[in-house]
Nanobody
Framework: VQLQASGGGLVQPGGSLRLSCAAS????????IGWFRQAPGKEREGVSC?????????YYADSVKGRFTISRDNAKNTVYLQMNSLKPEDTAVYYC????????????WGQGTLVTVSS
């Protein structure tokens, strides 16, 4: 049972990246999924989450609203985070987790993918 976060990299301010959170060993359909990030020297913060229902209700932190879009492709067992208009302050390690916006002790976490926004 594993979550694999990928898609990070170095991008210039104003650029875009798409992060992927792929599950193996279980089906993501039934889980709320959240994206979190942790910048150097800062605490981990919630970025966005999506519910398990077919309607896929979503939540975004104010700092990313209008720039980031979370989506899910159940056929690919993957949740995505499309990040546009990236800013230097978006630089962080990004993690995905089950449990939506509030993962608990029994939830799964991906290993993290580094996003660096710099010119």
């Amino acid at each position: 049972v594993q979550l694999q976060a990928s898609g990070g990299g170095l991008v210039q301010p104003g650029g875009s990246l798409r992060l992927s959170c792929a599950a193996s060993g279980f089906t993501l359909d039934y889980y709320d999924i959240g994206w979190f990030r942790q910048a150097p020297g800062k605490e981990r913060e919630g970025v966005s989450c999506i519910s398990s229902e077919s309607a896929g209700s979503t939540y975004y932190a104010d700092s990313v609203k209008g720039r980031f879009t979370i989506s899910r492709d159940n056929a690919k067992n993957t949740v995505y985070l499309q990040m546009n208009s990236l800013k230097p302050e978006d630089t962080a390690v990004y993690y995905c987790a089950t449990g939506g916006c509030g993962p608990g002790p029994g939830d799964y976490w991906g290993q993290g993918t580094l996003v660096t926004v710099s010119s």
